[in-house]
Structure formats: C-alpha cells, structure tokens
Nanobody, 124 residues
C-alpha cells in the first residue's frame, strides 16, 4: 500500500502562489489515481483536483479551474498541486489521497490512502 505525505503548505497573501507536494512511498505509485482534497474549519472535506495514473487526464472543481494545476512525476513518486492567485476562500487543510481505481474520480470514498494534510492559510 502507498502512504502519501504532503508538504509545501504555509501562509501566503491573497493573489500569491504555493506549490504543494505529495510524496508517496510503499507502493507502485503509477498504479494509483491521485487526488487533492481540502477541508476548511467547520466544513466537510471537499474535492479539489485529480489526476490519472499516467498524468494524461486531470479534473478540477470549478472554483479552482484556471488557478490550480495538478501534475505528477511517476519517477519521483510525487504529485503536485500548483496554486496560483490564491484567495482567502482557498484556506484549508489540503489532503493528498491515492485511489486504486482505473479512472479519475472526485469521490472521497473512492480513495484508499490519505496523507495527514498540510495547512494553507491565505491572508486578505
């Protein structure tokens, strides 16, 4: 099984950028669809972005389209989330997750392995 570990969170001003990384160990990384989710205080965990096993297919929630980019490097067992033009409403704990599925999915229940999360804070 794969174990995701997120990094790269922090404090940024509105309009700024951050790049989150998620290193996955313990499994064959290219066998997993990868996803990013986020959870703001008092709210449910929500889908942000997902990427297929090969990296050829990506999908985003509407609120981040055009601002966030998910990518992966299977040689490095790492998935990234480049976040540009950050807004205060993007502030949340961001989670990386791995799914043993054949196609990308936005459903959190489809993901089998989760990281501990990394905090993103956006000041206005």
């Amino acid at each position: 099984q794969v174990q995701p570990v997120e990094s790269g969170g922090g404090l940024v001003q509105a309009g700024g950028s951050l790049r989150l990384s998620c290193a996955a160990s313990g499994g064959t990384f290219s066998n997993y669809v990868m996803g990013w989710f986020r959870q703001a205080p008092g709210k449910e965990r929500r889908f942000v972005a997902t990427i297929s096993r090969s990296g050829g297919t990506t999908y985003y929630t509407n609120s981040v389209k055009g601002r966030f980019t998910i990518s992966r490097d299977n040689a490095k067992n790492t998935v990234y989330l480049q976040m540009n033009n950050l807004k205060p409403e993007d502030a949340a704990v961001y989670y990386c997750a791995a799914a043993r599925t054949l196609i990308t999915t936005t459903e959190s229940t489809a993901y089998d392995y989760w990281g501990q999360g990394t905090q993103v804070t956006v000041s206005s």
